[in-house]
């Protein structure tokens, strides 16, 4: 398949196959007698665990990573799980960083009752006039 089908199947800008393949993520397509790229469907395969480890945060280290270890299928997944732990960690402070956000927003937004600028409490509160 051309870069245009394997973009379409997995929800891929061309630009990003391309990327991909510049960084080693993605293994370079073959190439047909004119010049296209040819992707395989271990390409497709390949392209779609790449996006859905990016789609879970993982880094384009840790999806290098976890790809090296899915081609291990003897070994312990031990490694993939502690990865994981330590994703759903970031996770979780994320969370917790955005409720905090949540907050602060909607206290700044109650505390507001101004009609005029010069007396609105969240831009005092930007300008940390309080």
Same mark, same amino acid.
Request: proline share 2%; hydrophobic share 35%; net charge negative.
């Given at each position: 398949?051309?870069?245009?089908?394997? *973009?379409?199947?997995?929800?891929?800008?061309?630009?990003?196959?391309?990327?991909?393949?510049?960084?080693?993520?993605?293994?370079?397509?073959? +190439? /047909?007698?004119?010049?296209? @790229?040819?992707?395989?469907?271990?390409?497709? *395969? /390949?392209? /779609?665990?790449? @996006?859905?480890? +990016? $789609?879970?945060?993982?880094?384009?280290?840790?999806?290098?990573?976890?790809?090296?270890?899915?081609?291990?299928?003897?070994?312990?997944?031990?490694?993939?799980?502690?990865?994981?732990?330590?994703?759903? *960690?970031?996770?979780?402070?994320?969370?917790?960083?955005? /409720?905090?956000?949540?907050?602060?927003?909607?206290?700044?937004?109650?505390?507001?009752?101004?009609?005029?600028? &010069? $007396?609105?409490?969240?831009?005092?509160?930007?300008? &940390? @006039?309080?």
């Amino acid at each position: 398949m051309r870069i245009g089908e394997l *973009a379409r199947a997995t929800g891929t800008k061309a630009e990003t196959i391309r990327y991909y393949e510049r960084e080693g993520i993605l293994p370079l397509a073959d +190439r /047909t007698d004119g010049n296209y @790229r040819d992707y395989s469907p271990e390409h497709l *395969a /390949t392209l /779609t665990f790449i @996006r859905r480890a +990016r $789609e879970l945060g993982f880094g384009m280290e840790q999806v290098r990573l976890l790809l090296d270890l899915s081609d291990r299928a003897d070994k312990p997944c031990e490694e993939v799980d502690l990865m994981v732990e330590g994703q759903l *960690a970031e996770v979780d402070r994320k969370i917790a960083d955005l /409720t905090r956000l949540r907050e602060e927003l909607s206290r700044m937004l109650r505390s507001c009752q101004a009609d005029r600028i &010069g $007396e609105c409490r969240v831009v005092e509160s930007l300008s &940390g @006039r309080r």
